[in-house]
């Protein structure tokens, strides 16, 4: 008992110095991390006038001079990265004069060298660095890291490293198939990577787009969300019919998104497609494109088993007019179960949100709809149709 007893009690002090340790530890990093910062700001001081020599001569002809005098490791690397947050900043030939300034420097090759090192935070930062001096000699290396480093931290770091400094198309695919190979539903920060480079991105997109792999097709799908670029319309019709599901819904959304003018055969097949989210994407475009000729697809799409195509219906529905509004108050008069509800639902929707007029076309068409409403409910203005839920049918959606 008393042998069990001064194990516990040693136990207890050498976790207790463990503890002190650690504690002294936190203390010597916060203080040495302190000391750092401090000499960081005093070695920024020390150069303005290097920096506000390099500014006013970023436009000359001549090239950037190198840092002056002997400096220590730390003095270069605040320079650097003063001279990576001009290269964030700016475009064109002043940014690859600040590019060459860094190689010239002999930054580059400092970094390279510590993608090398045991320590994996120093692999990460030089890696960083790297990617925000644009520097293409690095990329076969940062390749080779990407091929064989397994999914972490780290291979986010280089393939954005990579998309900055790659100088050819086939470097970035590469670096998009090390990226995805490991499975992870990562398409959407794949193409805000993508879109860093600094290659031509409506080329990069276009080879992408015609790619065999779909998650190459996905990737360029997600980039090109808020990106203008005609040259990829072509591709994105011939993507509206592919067979896979995800490629398909993703091309649909976005060949809608650049307001095409829709033939009646196409509105037909994409609305009888059969992945929901492509039926609810198109019924929805149909109303903000004024599509009056498909209101008896739209009035069809209400007795969808999906409550997403049916809701986006309703909605369009109420956006075409008179003619769309009409239909609602019929179903919503005459017509029964799950498309009687969303009927109802937007019907009185509609009326509230447009009563709400400035314009004097916003108070024609809401007097319009009014009549309509009164023709079919025999109500007046203050007397409005019972909120119904629109409830009914699938909601995996």
């Not at 020390?46 to 000359?60: C, T």
């Not at 076969?140 to 050819?168: D, G």
Request: net charge neutral; with cysteine.
């Amino acid at each position: 008992m008393e042998a069990h007893l001064t194990i516990a009690i040693y136990f207890i002090y050498v976790c207790l110095v463990l503890i002190g340790i650690g504690i002294a530890l936190l203390f010597f990093m916060k203080i040495r991390h302190i000391r750092i910062q401090r000499k960081k700001e005093f070695y920024l001081q020390k150069h303005q006038d290097y920096f506000k020599f390099i500014q006013l001569h970023l436009n000359g002809v001549s090239a950037l001079p190198l840092p002056p005098g002997s400096l220590t490791k730390l003095e270069r690397r605040v320079i650097q990265e003063k001279s990576i947050e001009w290269i964030e900043q700016l475009k064109g030939d002043l940014r690859e004069k600040l590019i060459t300034l860094c190689q010239d420097a002999g930054f580059v090759q400092d970094d390279i060298k510590l993608l090398d090192s045991l320590f994996y935070g120093r692999r990460i930062a030089a890696a960083y660095r790297l990617g925000g001096m644009r520097s293409a000699e690095a990329v076969p290396r940062l390749l080779s890291m990407m091929e064989q480093e397994k999914y972490s931290a780290l291979t986010i770091v280089l393939a954005r490293a990579i998309s900055k400094s790659a100088e050819r198309g086939d470097q970035l695919k590469e670096m998009l198939h090390h990226l995805l190979r490991h499975g992870k539903p990562i398409h959407n920060m794949a193409a805000d990577i993508i879109m860093e480079t600094r290659l031509d991105a409506s080329r990069i997109l276009v080879k992408l787009l015609e790619d065999e792999n779909s998650d190459f097709v996905k990737v360029a799908l997600a980039a090109m969300w808020g990106q203008a670029i005609p040259e990829v319309v072509p591709a994105l019709d011939r993507l509206v019919v592919a067979e896979e599901k995800d490629v398909r819904a993703e091309a649909v959304k976005l060949y809608l998104s650049s307001n095409p003018v829709l033939k009646d055969e196409t509105i037909r097949d994409l609305m009888s497609d059969s992945d929901w989210e492509v039926r609810a994407t198109v019924a929805k475009s149909l109303g903000t494109m004024h599509a009056a000729g498909s209101i008896p697809l739209l009035r069809t799409a209400l007795q969808d088993a999906n409550w997403w195509v049916r809701n986006n219906s309703a909605e369009s529905l109420a956006l075409l007019g008179e003619t769309g509004f009409e239909v609602l108050c019929q179903i919503a008069k005459h017509g029964s179960g799950v498309e009687r509800e969303i009927a109802l639902y937007h019907i009185e929707r509609t009326m509230l949100q447009d009563g709400d007029h400035q314009k004097l076309d916003q108070m024609v068409a809401y007097n319009k709809k009014k009549l309509l409403y009164e023709r079919y409910f025999g109500v007046s203005e203050s007397t409005k149709v019972r909120q119904v839920a629109a409830v009914g049918g699938d909601y995996t959606a």
